[in-house]
């Protein structure tokens, strides 16, 4: 029914409207014209269930409390539907009231024609109508579904289009475009609409990916891998559609697939949708222009797939060629297929119509199909694996899980392991009830679970542990061994960083146990090396490959290096590597069997040597690894083992090489970027070290990914951004929140215990803990942190670290009156700082020790230190620290006298610091300013005598109200003379140009 609208307060769109953000900018314009007298027509047009209504509803819903007037009419589709039938709603509808205009007699229903002589006469009189209601307020007039238009009803719309231009009119039209065809009255009568200049086209598109995750996430508090495998079912049989969507999730909701159990979303099995019922009346109608005799043929194509060769569709539907051709022009014609861009295929128009052709058929007929389809593939040489194993799997036919087996195993050779899992799974769930294939059906989910551990850890991780279980039903050692090992290192990826260890150590004892020749069968060294890229290597055969070796090989003993590293058993991990390194770099001209083992065993290396500060040594092996990686083209593996190199090497022992870190970070943005494509992750976030981005002062950017999606690959990455985001916040004061990120990754507090997180994760959260209960001059608190630092560096028998522990130590010593001790200290973490040299920490150490020297007025001492670490700072291009060197030297500096240094200095940590928005560098640099006498306003500024009074008073803390009141000037000349005095000071705002104003003598 039509309607009258007199709208209320402003309501924001539901929680299922996304992605329609510029259209309604759009008609937000178009009201705003019609509103100032210059009247719009909006025509919005799209395919059926796209969203126009929800956008009409959601803009209309955005108009303020009684800001207009609404109209609504919608045609029907029915036959019987009278002349002008929107109009004649929009009147039944309508209700005069005390400054509304009544309905004029002649368009009353049943009253008759009166006077009028004429169509364009009664046109007029409505014309009249609607401007007198447009006179009190603004009217919008909706005309819903006009494709069921009456020609009357378009002669009326086109004489109103041609009178808008003078009036508080805004028309909205809605239309199906696939409804309108070259005999429909509104066919004939969009053009000239769309000429008028009043008139605005909105072509509405499917939402995107983007917008439907948005939906998503609004709506559904699913985990990230169930949200990623939603969106693409979604986005694959909706192709953005809107109602497509929605349909679809209601579906899911009543049929189980999606559930809510306890307090989460959950996602079930969506291998066996079928389109909503609603959806199929809707297509069934599109149907209905198909002759009967032609759907069997229809139903052929929508077997064959969403993209139909010609030939093939011709084959095996065994018709005609005019019969072929009068199909494809009548479906052509209903919209359900169109052309594709080459001359040997067809495509039906939406995923869905497809399916709903699919579904009407018999299952009998569809099975036949789908093995007659397979084997007309395979008889012509069809080389796309997937395809031949779908339509096998469709018809029920037991080849199908070798053709899937074939298919993974070309996905996994081009890297798309999310492809390879989801074949080798689907093969191992057809072999199921097969007895004599369970060995085999425990080897596969053993694939699949490899080629998930990067793009879906959690799914992985359950996988591993169902191949153990088969593993041990099938009495396969090898299996159950492998498993137990790789089971670990996802436990470890997901935060169990002890128990990935243990099963890490476990599983490799089990495989030290197997056979000296398990490893030598081709087809189990296939399976258990990592994914085969696109790296050339030739294949030996088993027993030259044992005889390469040398005797018994554990390609697992690499990781057990590398988990050992990582959880801080640096002597263990050392003394095995290295002998594991011995076998592996005898071996000349390895393959891929033997190279990604390396990439791991050279990683565990590189972390053990830069915890024990042997950065050469360890630089050598991360180098080794990524030419391992490089080699084999994995980028996941690459991207990640940069990054370690970055956190373990460049940062630590080489921060002052600010091109060199920015290349290698540059490098494992860019694989981890790669990788997240080709393995279809869902996400868009990089790599880059965190650590990177609080010490190069990008700290906005951090708090940003904070926020946004963040790669699953590299877990460990996300608590060094908790560890980056807490320096941020202590260094603006903030240190409720520092807490809370130090919590975060430490739950356990000092209490932690080793083996439970990563070793270089702990000793940063520590460090970061400590510096925070200093700052808060809780000495208690913070003598605990140093204790547990300490304890962790002398359990792993870490070199690197010391000197931060050292300097801790000085800080306490120094805030609790102990100054010879601090200067114990300070220097014993110069010394330690030095050698292995850590830029940072020497940095730190040289400020300390000067700053000791200051406190004991040895100006010479500490000016040389305080010069060094500011030299060394400047170097590492590390914005905070600079800022707090210099801090100290300006006091320095302040005390010996040299104020215009000192003050040139402090200006330049303002800047610093303000863009940081370091609060408490900040106000240390306001109180130092103020200890400095002020000097002359020197003439070279150019500034005019009211520019001076004006920042006399802005130094005196005065607002622009009292400047004007002072100087008897208005704001507005106020606000004149700022600007001017900002340039003339080279600064950007108020608070900059109070601390500017304060060197000077302004009286």
């Known amino acids: 029914m039509g309607e009258m609208v007199d709208h209320g307060p402003y309501e924001q769109p539901s929680a299922s409207f996304t992605g329609r953000t510029q259209e309604l900018w759009q008609l937000a314009d178009c009201f705003s014209d019609a509103s100032s007298g210059n009247g719009r027509l909006a025509l919005i047009s799209g395919s059926a269930g796209i969203g126009k209504t929800a956008l009409v509803q959601t803009f209309l819903n955005s108009l303020g409390d009684e800001s207009s007037i609404v109209l609504r009419g919608s045609c029907t589709d029915l036959t019987t539907a009278p002349a002008y039938g929107p109009w004649l709603q929009i009147l039944a509808s309508y209700v005069s009231g005390a400054d509304l205009p009544p309905i004029p007699d002649v368009l009353v229903q049943g009253t008759g024609m009166g006077g009028i002589t004429s ?333 998930l551990r990067f793009s879906d850890v959690s799914r992985g991780l359950e996988y591993f542990e169902e191949v153990e279980k088969i593993g041990r039903e099938v009495s396969d050692d090898v299996l159950t061994a492998y498993a137990m090992v790789d089971r670990g290192y996802l436990h470890g990826n997901l935060g169990s960083v002890r128990k990935g260890y243990e099963f890490v150590l476990v599983g490799n004892q089990a495989i030290d146990a197997l056979p000296d020749d398990h490893f030598s069968s081709s087809s189990v060294r296939n399976w258990v090396a990592d994914v085969v890229i696109r790296s050339p290597h030739v294949e030996m055969g088993d027993q030259e490959f044992l005889d390469r070796l040398g005797g018994r090989f554990n390609p697992r003993r690499s990781l057990l290096v590398l988990v050992s590293a990582i959880v801080g058993l640096l002597e263990h991990a050392i003394e095995t590597g290295e002998a594991h390194y011995d076998q592996l770099a005898a071996i000349t001209n390895p393959d891929h069997h033997i190279l990604a083992p390396y990439a791991d065993l050279c990683s565990g290396l590189g972390v053990a040597y830069s915890h024990l500060g042997k950065p050469e040594q360890a630089g050598n092996a991360f180098a080794e690894a990524r030419a391992a990686l490089q080699q084999l083209d994995h980028r996941a593996l690459y991207a990640s083992i940069t990054y370690w190199e970055l956190q373990h090497v460049v940062i630590p022992f080489r921060l002052d090489h600010a091109s060199e870190r920015r290349e290698l970070a540059a490098q494992a943005d860019k694989a981890a970027r790669e990788s997240n494509e080709t393995l279809a992750t869902g996400s868009e976030s990089s790599i880059t070290s965190f650590t990177l981005l609080w010490l190069e002062g990008r700290w906005e950017e951090a708090r940003q990914r904070a926020s946004g999606e963040r790669s699953v690959i590299f877990l460990e990455n996300q608590k060094h951004l908790e560890i980056a985001l807490g320096h941020i916040a202590r260094a603006r004061g903030e240190f409720d929140t520092a807490w809370t990120h130090v919590y975060r990754v430490l739950p356990d507090s000092v209490a932690t215990e080793h083996l439970d997180i990563e070793l270089h994760v702990a000793l940063e959260a520590q460090k970061l803990a400590a510096m925070t209960a200093l700052d808060q001059q809780e000495y208690g608190n913070a003598e605990r942190w140093i204790k547990a630092l300490e304890k962790w560096l002398n359990w792993s028998g870490a070199v690197r670290g010391l000197s931060e522990l050292e300097l801790l130590r000085s800080r306490w010593y120094e805030q609790t009156g102990d100054s010879s001790r601090a200067m114990e200290s300070a220097r014993k ?82 800047r610093t610091a303000e863009q940081l928005v370091a609060s408490p560098t900040m106000a240390r640099t306001r109180e130092m300013l103020n200890q400095i006498s002020p000097r002359r306003l020197p003439s070279s500024l150019g500034l005019t005598r009211r520019e001076t009074d004006v920042l006399r008073l802005l130094s005196q803390g005065k607002q622009d109200p009292e400047i004007a009141k002072a100087l008897f000037i208005s704001r507005r000349t106020v606000n004149t003379h700022l600007s001017s005095i900002y340039r003339k000071l080279k600064v950007n705002n108020r608070t900059a140009a109070v601390v500017a104003a304060r060197e000077f003598d302004l009286n």
């Open 119 to 451: 169509q364009a006469g009664l046109f007029e009189v409505a014309a009249r109508f609607i401007a007198d209601i447009a006179t009190v307020r603004p009217a919008v007039i909706l005309l819903e579904d006009l494709h069921w238009g009456d020609s009357a009803s378009l002669g009326m719309l086109q004489y109103l289009a041609r009178q808008l231009s003078r009036q508080r009119i805004m028309i909205i039209v809605t239309y199906r475009v696939e409804e309108v065809e070259a005999d429909h009255p509104l066919f004939k009568v969009l053009p000239d609409l769309s000429r008028e200049p009043v008139t605005k086209r909105l072509e509405l598109q499917p939402i995107d990916r983007a917008s439907q995750t948005e939906l998503l996430v609004r709506n559904y508090g699913l985990s990230s891998p169930d949200r990623d495998r939603l969106v693409e079912c979604l986005n694959r049989h909706s192709e953005g559609i809107p109602l497509y969507f929605w349909e679809l999730l209601r579906d899911f909701e009543g049929s189980g697939i999606l559930s809510f159990i306890g307090d989460q979303w959950r996602l079930g099995d969506l291998s066996r949708i079928r389109v909503p019922n609603m959806l199929i009346q809707m297509i069934e109608r599109r149907l209905d222009r198909v002759l009967a005799h032609q759907r069997s043929v229809l139903e052929t194509a929508a077997i064959i797939g969403a993209s139909v060769d010609i030939d093939l569709w011709q084959r095996v539907a065994d018709v005609s060629d005019s019969l072929l051709d009068e199909v494809v022009d009548r479906a052509i014609h209903a919209h359900l297929i169109r052309e594709s861009a080459n001359d040997y295929s067809v495509e039906f128009t939406h995923a869905m119509i497809r399916q709903a052709i699919y579904q009407r058929t018999s299952i009998l007929r569809r099975r036949r199909t789908h093995r007659r389809i397979a084997d007309l593939l395979m008889e012509t040489g069809e080389t796309n694996e997937s395809t031949i194993a779908h339509h096998l799997r469709q018809a029920g036919d037991p080849r199908a899980a070798d053709w899937l087996i074939a298919a993974g195993e070309r996905a996994q050779r081009t890297y798309a392991l999310q492809a390879a899992a989801e074949r080798f799974s689907e093969a191992a769930e057809l072999l199921a009830n097969d007895e004599s294939r369970q060995h085999e059906r425990g080897w596969l989910s053993y694939r699949a679970a490899r080629a």
């Open 829 to 910: 973490a110069l010394e330690l700082a030095k050698s292995p040299r850590q830029p940072m920490p020497l940095i730190r150490a040289l400020r300390q020790v000067g700053m000791l020297h200051l406190s004991k007025d040895q100006f010479d001492c500490a000016l040389d230190c305080l010069n060094e670490s500011l030299s060394l700072a400047d170097a590492c291009a590390v914005p905070y620290e600079q800022s707090l060197t210099r801090l100290t030297l300006a006091e320095a500096l302040i005390r010996t006298g040299e104020e215009d240094r000192a003050r040139s200095l402090l200006r330049a940590v303002w």
